[in-house]
């Protein structure tokens, strides 16, 4: 195996892996990084000697022999490759978890293990794909919430913490579970998964008090309602979504970039509409995803454009967000003071 | 499936290589010798100015020694970890230069003596003594 000695070093430490299923090409993880094993063929011949022989191959007396161990004509070579994730999605996806009601269904579940010797990612890469995922443990399988149980435990959360009297900024967990066992079984790990998703990062400092990401839940709902309706005037928009939450929840256009693209009318320019135009539902591969969003609109701004384009970095230097826009954009410039547009390459 | 990758038991002891153009084959058609047991010919190299020169059969080789470019470490299988029959690949030496035999070889006898050879079965030991000792006159110059 062609090597350099930062993989020696890696395969010292521990931790290196190669695994696949039966019809994968398999790949090499190390801690960080994924790279597809390759033989590489050669018409030469390769004698391999062991340690001791060198000294009869050079300057030897005339009757040491040296003698051959192996023979090779190939040898296998590391190209390093992008996460292949699309089955940890499949495995996740499959039972998305709907609340204590659910059919038992063990067949379908994986837990932990099972999904790191499957997925063909290194353990960093599948960490990020679980958190993006917003994958969680429940009863020692990995799940993923149903996104409309997701809101539903989100909905009654803030209102039970708004209800109960909370600070947004310092909702305790014991608390809000207890309030939310009480009328309908809801699994505190839900409830923590809820709140990990939904709060500040390193939120839980104080262990067991969360701080809200108030720009985030208020997105939820939106969310909710976008997909309710895919057109809304903009402003009745923005009053049904306020209605839906506690008072001093933040509501406003900028919330929902990723979620829902604001053009004037075309029968009355002079009314903001929010059309439909979900991030988590566009291709996840690059090409196809600048496909849909060039078929939606030939001239991007960059700050419509960003929540599209970033999350398609998955880590690799070929995903990287100005690689992409390098590979599949080209800058226009209308206007000299006004900021570039993108368009297809 | 997952096979673990480990450094075993001298992973970081360097192995000799040698790399030839071409196969290397059998003169002796079943000379009922076990591969291990073949003798596949004369090799020297001279420390210094890292050239090596290599008689195989009737053909003398010239080469040198090269650094790779990128080190290759040999693998093998380990017997199975026991556990689950968990699989392992162990690093047991790697290799960091080799001696290349680039050049065309030269055959130490005339074409009508390879003819000759080639339609015997069995050519005698004399044969190779005799190419051997030509491959000794020429110094390594």
Partial sequence: ???????????????????????????????????????????????????????????????????????????????????????????????????????????????????????????????????????????????????????????????????EGYELSAVPEVGVC??????????????????????????????????????????????????????????????????????????????????????????APDVMEAKAFCEAALPRAPAQRFAALFAERARWAWEDLGPYVEPLDVGTPDTKTDVLLMRYTRKIQPDADKPPLYGKR | MVVQMRCGCGACDEWAMVELQGEVRLQVEDSGAQPHELDLGEFCADQGSGKAAFTIGYHRLQGKEEKLKRPLAILEAAPDDGAQGARVLQVVGVIRRKFIFRDRPRALITPRDAATLRTKKKPGADFFAAARKKAKADSLQ
């Fill in chain 1, 178 to 267: 207890e309030a939310m066992n009480k009328d309908e079984a809801v699994r505190s790990e839900m409830v923590r998964h809820v709140l990990l998703e939904f709060s500040e990062p390193d939120s839980d400092v104080l262990g067991g008090t969360w701080s809200l990401d108030l720009g985030k839940v208020a997105t939820a709902y939106a969310a909710e309602l976008v997909a309710e309706k895919p057109r809304w005037a903009l402003d009745q928009l923005l009053a049904e979504w306020k209605e839906r939450m506690p008072e001093g929840m933040p509501v406003s256009a900028e919330l929902l970039r990723g979620l829902a693209l604001l053009e004037p009318r075309k029968e």
């Fill in chain 1, 1 to 163: 195996l062609e090597v350099d000695d930062a993989l020696l070093d890696a395969i010292r430490e521990g931790g290196v892996v190669i695994k696949g299923g039966d019809d994968d090409e398999a790949v090499l993880c190390t801690r960080d990084v994924t790279y597809a094993v390759k033989r590489v063929d050669s018409t030469n011949t390769m004698w391999l000697l062991r340690p001791g022989e060198r000294e009869a191959l050079v300057g030897g007396r005339e009757d040491s022999v040296a003698r051959v161990a192996a023979v090779a004509n190939s040898h296998l070579e590391l190209v390093e490759v992008a996460p292949r994730l699309e089955r940890l999605r499949a495995m996740l996806l499959r039972h998305p978890y709907a609340g204590p009601d659910e059919a038992p269904d063990a067949a379908g579940l994986v837990g932990h293990a099972a999904v790191r010797a499957s997925v063909q990612a290194s353990d960093t890469q599948l960490s990020r794909a679980l958190r993006q995922l917003g994958a969680f443990e429940l009863d020692g399988a990995l799940r993923v919430a149903s996104s409309a149980y997701q809101h539903d435990v989100l909905n009654r959360l803030v209102w039970t913490a708004f209800s």
